[in-house]
């Protein structure tokens, strides 16, 4: 038996693919898809899949992120592909790297932390890229990947 796409095919654009359901929001808000006015968006949530039994994806008709708005996603999904298309054919396909910086995306969790008590954006260096541990630019906390707090 012949299976259905589930999702329409895109002439041009970007695929952002294998995102965990409870991510999908998480993903959504950090590009500001709301602010994208020229572009068609789907958005497909609790598809089948091999790899992950159920996932999300993201399709954004003409519009292309820099690589550092891509690779901020691997924050909060760490094994997310992203493929670029042009003229229904995958041109690129690769996953997303943790940058050596994040600003204003991660929270600190030092009550004392600078960023917690005043009016600024908080920082965040990648110190160990095998165990993906963030340590705070300001006070120097360190927290896994995984349990970071999104700001």
């Known amino acids: 038996m012949k299976k259905e796409l589930q999702v329409a095919a895109l002439e041009n654009g970007t695929v952002i693919d294998h995102i965990p359901n409870d991510r999908l929001s998480e993903v ?34 003409d519009h292309y992120f820099s690589d550092e708005e891509l690779n901020q996603l691997s924050v909060i999904a760490p094994h997310i592909s992203l493929s670029i298309i042009r003229n ?41 890229a095998s165990k993906t541990i963030l340590q705070c630019h300001y006070c120097e906390k360190e927290i896994d990947v995984d349990e970071a707090k999104f700001c």
């Open 88 to 128: 229904f054919e995958v041109a690129e396909k690769r996953q997303v790297e943790l940058p050596k910086e994040l600003v204003g995306i991660v929270k600190c969790p030092n009550p004392k932390c600078i960023t917690n008590n005043e009016p600024m954006q908080t920082m965040f260096h990648s110190i160990k």
């Open 28 to 61: 959504v808000r950090l590009l500001c898809l709301e602010t994208i006015k020229d572009s068609s968006i789907m958005i497909g949530y609790n598809l089948d899949s091999h790899k992950m039994r159920k996932k999300s994806l993201i399709k954004i008709s």
